[in-house]
């Protein structure tokens, strides 16, 4: 009989123990079973980095719910991790510290480990190394900011300015509440959404409000068990998950399981009240564009001498939009031109001329001193120096004559959203031959123009499809114009001396007439670029230019290709 409850006695004090570490240990299984796919999964495939953040953030989840024997057990992982994975014994020994201190008694895993990660071990552990208070046993270092294995969904790269984005988790932790902590593109602080328990799932929305600016939206989920503790995670405020804000993409509204998504929301979306400079216009233009008025530019933007934009707070540059850069924790222009393109552009160009060439008497030696004109013997170099017969023949009807030729390289500057300045140079060809007794007076092969353009429409530098513009220039060229002319010449009259005064006529000689118009030139005009690219595209020009001082009109088409840097 007394054996008998002796028998019962132990059984019931037996009992009793192992349910209190049961009771005091509840998250040991889900734990080892982390352990076992942080070691015979991702370590033993050599992703280390994944191994030591599933063990860490093991760790975490266990809080004080986990026995001191596997929180020892994780460490002793994430020391064979960085010490025989990595290489890295100044962290292995770290990690030793920890597993010591939260079970002196803890083990190495002799089949992982190289011999340095046995010597730090044992050095640790078998030796003096825990010489110093460890943290509070179970928890990763306070600097520590680890992402845990909560699954959420959708997981969207791209999402369009004015929608929401529905959020679902789940987590194998005993988790009954979540939240979670998002910043919009623009804004400095953290903001924070309580999430709704739908049986196994949390659900919560970030908002439109935080979706009004095209850029990079961060954001993190945290679970917490009924004590208030962090107990899983999804990103981490140090690494949160990242989602590109764009004005149209090609990707599906976020939206949660078997749902609709969300609808666009109305564009005039109210400003965050942390934004710095935020003004809500509700208008249609975006960023970039010419402006006369705050209430034209879309929410979120101002119009800010003349163009559509804003003081975009900041951490780093991809905080800001393209073509600017953070500046003291303001997106920042730089005093130029900068927005969604590119500022410096160049290009190559083949011109033609067509000269407006006529008159008479065209190659009298009155004509060649002073009108430009310089005719030579058909086919040949040679000057024609006499004079022809007066008022017969030796005209050119008033046209357009064909030419020289150029190959031009372009550079030009934006420097609002409209205006560009920029310069060409290049090489003409096609010009005459050397005028003058002493064939002294050549052909100006040089050309050099700068100018300055106008292009019309909002953000025309950005835009696909044709972009015009006009502009305004000058710079130095020459336009030789070839023409074929017919005198009666003098020289070979059977009276030279009547000839010259018209009582008897020369024979017909057939000339090369050159009209030689320049060397300077001012030009107005205008053209188009047809963008193939964002950053590039074919160009036609045209240019109509005055040249001087010998004057003359000259139009002057080119057709070449350009692109931004």
Not at 3 to 13: G, I, Q, T, Y
Not at 20 to 37: F, G, L, Q, T, V
Not at 371 to 390: I, L, M, R, S
Request: proline share 7%; charged share 20%; glycine share 12%.
């Amino acid at each position: 009989m007394h054996r008998r409850c002796l028998s019962l006695v132990l059984s019931l004090a037996l009992f009793l123990v192992l349910g209190a570490n049961a009771a005091a240990a509840p998250r040991d299984a889900a734990a080892n079973k982390k352990i076992d796919e942080a070691i015979n999964v991702h370590y033993l495939a050599t992703d280390f980095d994944k191994a030591e953040s599933v063990l860490t953030g093991t760790i975490t989840a266990c809080g004080d719910k986990c026995s001191p024997a596997v929180i020892a057990k994780a460490w002793m992982y994430v020391g064979i991790v960085r010490g025989s994975g990595k290489g890295d014994q100044a962290g292995a020994a770290d990690a030793f510290r920890q597993a010591a201190a939260a079970d002196p008694g803890v083990k190495l895993d002799d089949a992982l480990a190289t011999a340095e990660t046995k010597k730090a071990f044992d050095d640790i552990v078998g030796g003096s190394g825990a010489t110093t208070k460890p943290p509070k046993p179970g928890k990763p270092p306070p600097s520590e900011d680890v992402a845990g294995d909560m699954d959420c969904q959708p997981r969207p790269k791209e999402v369009e300015t004015r929608r929401s984005i529905p959020i679902s988790c789940t987590t194998e932790e005993e988790a009954v509440r979540a939240e979670i902590r998002y910043r919009e593109f623009g804004g400095d602080n953290w903001k924070t959404i309580k999430m709704t328990k739908r049986g196994d799932v949390f659900q919560g929305e970030i908002p439109c409000a935080a979706t009004g600016l095209a850029g990079a939206l961060r954001y993190f989920v945290r679970a917490q068990d009924a004590a208030g503790d962090v107990v899983d995670s999804y990103g981490s405020r140090s690494k949160p998950v990242e989602v590109s804000i764009v004005s149209s993409t090609d990707e599906e509204p976020p939206a949660f399981p078997d749902k609709d998504p969300p609808q666009r929301c109305a564009e005039a979306v109210e400003c965050p009240p942390d934004f710095p400079g935020c003004k809500a216009g509700g208008g249609t233009k975006p960023w970039g564009a010419s402006c006369g008025a705050s209430s034209e530019c879309e929410s979120g933007l101002s119009c800010i001498n003349g163009t559509c934009e804003t003081a975009q707070s900041c951490d780093i540059d991809a905080d800001c939009p393209s073509g600017t850069k953070c500046v003291s924790g303001k997106c920042d222009r730089g005093g130029g031109a900068s927005g969604p393109w590119k500022q410096n552009w160049l290009g190559f160009h083949v011109a033609h001329d067509l000269a407006i060439v006529g008159g008479t008497d065209v190659c009298s030696q009155a004509s060649q001193d002073k009108e430009g004109f310089a005719c030579y013997y058909k086919g040949t170099e040679d000057q024609y120096f006499f004079d022809p017969q007066p008022g017969v023949a030796n005209k050119i009807s008033t046209g357009i004559a064909s030419a020289t030729t150029r190959v031009l390289l372009s550079f030009d500057r934006v420097l609002t959203p409209n205006i560009m300045l920029g310069a060409r140079a290049g090489f003409a060809f096609g010009g005459g031959p050397a005028a003058g007794p002493q064939k002294d007076v050549k052909f100006l092969p040089f050309h050099g123009e700068l100018r300055g353009s106008y292009w019309l429409g909002n953000q025309p530098f950005s835009k696909p499809g044709l972009r015009p513009y006009v502009h305004v220039g000058g710079g130095v060229a020459q336009v030789d114009a070839k023409l074929p002319v017919t005198i009666r010449d003098c020289a070979t009259a059977p009276s030279p001396d009547g000839c010259k005064i018209g009582n008897s006529q020369g024979d017909p000689l057939e000339l090369d007439a050159y009209k030689k118009l320049g060397q300077g030139f001012v030009a107005v005009g205008g053209g188009a670029l047809y963008a193939l690219s964002a950053n590039g595209g074919i160009q036609l020009n045209l240019n109509v230019m005055f040249m001087l001082p010998t004057s003359g009109q000259v139009i002057e088409p080119s057709l070449g290709y350009v692109f931004g840097l």
